[in-house]
Each structure stands twice: as C-alpha cells, then as structure tokens.
T-cell receptor, first 110, second 111 residues
Framework: GEQVEQLPSSLIVQEGASVLINCSYTDSASVYFPWYKQEPGKRLQFIIDIRSNMERKQTQRLTLLFDKKTKHLSLHITATQPGDSAIYFC?????????WGSGTKLIIKP | AQTIHQWPVAEIKAVGSPLSLGCTIKGKSSPNLYWYWQATGGTLQQLFYSITVGQVESVVQLNLSASRPKDDQFILSTEKLLLSHSGFYLCAWTGDTGQLYFGEGSKLTVL
C-alpha cells in the first residue's frame, strides 16, 4: 500500500527564515496531496493542497511543489513567524483513504 | 457555518473495558466522515470512513468498530480496550474541495 515519508522530523529556525519540508510517496495512483498543520492544543488545520495534474501551488507564504515523476513534494514556508510553530503533516490520497507522513515539528525562535 | 464536536474530551479506562467515542457534525448535509487515530505527537492512521448513514468502511483492523446511526453522527467503539488503543482519536468530515475538517479530538488513556 501507499507509504509517505516526511523529512525532516524536526526543524528549529530563527524568525524570518525560510524552511523546506519534504515528502515522498510510493503509490503512483495517489492524486491528491493535502498538507495540515497542528499547533499545540489546537485542531489539525488544512493549509494547502495540490493535485497530481499540477506542479506548483502558492498561497501567501506557502509554496507547494510537486514532482510526479519522482513522487516528491516539498513545502516551502517563507518569512517564518512564531505562529508558524507547529507540527506539519503531508498526506497522499487515493479514493477515500489518506496516508499521512510522520510529521515535521517546526519551532520558530523569536 | 459547519461545526464538528467530539465527546468526551478525555477518557481514562482500564484494559478490557468498553469504550464509546462520539462525533457530531452540524450544518453539513450528508458529509463524508472519518475516524483517525494519532499517537502522541505522531502520525495519523485512518481507521474508518463513512459516506452515508448506516454504511461504514474499515481501513485497518484494530479491534475497533464504528457506526453511523444518523447523518450527522459517527460513533467509535470497542467492547474490550487494549493498551495499544491509547492515543488521540480524531473525527473529521470532508468539504467540497476534499479538505478535511477535524474535531478537537478525544484523548484516550488505557491503563
């Protein structure tokens, strides 16, 4: 079945820096790739997604890149703020099942 | 606006005891509903999904069961808890674009 690998597992950066989170998946049948954010004590929250017919999607400070050939995604966050501190999850969807990465814990130092 | 509510917020239960967790969605007709399990700070594992009342599909076998008795209600249960059932249980529904909207979660500790 589908497997999703996410790296790095944790990241500590200074406020204002940019970060890159990488994900790779195994099942070429996966067509939808949403990302979620989990802040301490808060609900999991959708942040950005991309479908397999796209290569890039951008919303505010987030840019999501997708390479169908290598089965690889990367999330770029620019101008980080303390409020960006959270666990970020990538996922891959096929039919009604969503397979999740192990998460990247991002800490932004003020 | 749609709201999703889970209950209870937290439970401490003994191994071998029964469990029932609930989830209610308001403001969305015939939502697709999901149960997820999350180890503390860890990845999520999809457990069940339901696209209509009375129909539930199992994704993994973890000695748990789920039911959808009403359009807006999703129940997760087991008759005998195991230590491995400890964790965070999340209910979610999907919007029209496919994104998931999560409840606040139920923390289960099995002793």
């Amino acid at each position: 079945g589908e497997q999703v690998e996410q790296l790095p597992s944790s990241l500590i950066v200074q406020e204002g820096a940019s970060v890159l989170i990488n994900c790779s998946y195994t099942d070429s049948a996966s067509v939808y790739f949403p990302w979620y954010k989990q802040e301490p004590g808060k609900r999991l929250q959708f942040i950005i997604d991309i479908r397999s017919n796209m290569e890039r999607k951008q919303t505010q400070r987030l840019t999501l890149l997708f390479d169908k050939k290598t089965k690889h995604l990367s999330l770029h966050i620019t101008a980080t703020q303390p409020g960006d501190s959270a666990i970020y999850f990538c996922s891959a969807s096929s039919n009604y099942q969503l397979i999740w990465g192990s998460g990247t814990k991002l800490i932004i130092k003020p | 606006a749609q709201t999703i509510h889970q209950w209870p917020v937290a439970e401490i239960k003994a191994v071998g005891s029964p469990l029932s967790l609930g989830c209610t969605i308001k403001g969305k007709s015939s939502p697709n509903l999901y149960w997820y399990w999350q180890a503390t700070g860890g990845t999520l594992q999809q457990l069940f999904y339901s696209i209509t009342v009375g129909q539930v599909e199992s994704v993994v076998q973890l000695n748990l069961s789920a039911s959808r008795p009403k359009d807006d209600q999703f129940i997760l249960s087991t008759e005998k808890l195991l230590l491995s059932h400890s964790g965070f249980y999340l209910c979610a529904w999907t919007g029209d674009t496919g994104q998931l909207y999560f409840g606040e979660g139920s923390k289960l500790t099995v002793l």
